[in-house]
């Protein structure tokens, strides 16, 4: 098991968290170690891997109505809470150093990067690439 010796913390919407964190689980994963497979892929690939998207052929694709029913999600109804709430990415000071630097060739930050991975990842409930 890795240890990780540092905290990134970002901000989203209590909703999207609350979606994001059913997919994670429903995948047998974690917001921090989905987080870290993004970005490392990002960083292997050089571009940021997936599309931010609200077309309607991808909403809700990605977990049938049984499984979201499972998990305490609505199908059909995303929407913001309008209330935030903290998400903390559990990492080593190396890779956070990588991630920054990829950021900054992505013209983004890692809040940024993360709120948009976890946005897509609530639309859509599912994880937005193929690694």
């Not at 490392?40 to 109505?65: C, Q, W, Y």
């Amino acid at each position: 098991m890795a240890r990780y010796e540092t905290v990134l913390g970002v901000e989203v919407d209590e909703e999207i968290k609350k979606r994001a964190h059913a997919v994670m689980k429903a995948n047998g994963m974690t917001i921090g170690g989905a987080v870290r497979r993004m970005v490392n892929l990002g960083i292997m690939e050089h571009r940021i891997p997936f599309e931010v998207t609200r077309g309607p052929a991808f909403k809700d694709v990605g977990m049938s109505d049984q499984v979201a029913e499972f998990y305490g999600i609505s199908k059909g109804d995303f929407h913001f809470s309008g209330i935030r709430v903290g998400v903390n990415i559990r990492m080593d000071t190396a890779f956070k150093a990588e991630m920054r630097a990829f950021c900054r060739t992505m013209c983004t930050n890692p809040n940024n990067l993360v709120s948009m991975f976890l946005g897509q990842v609530a639309f859509e409930l599912r994880m937005p690439f193929v690694d």
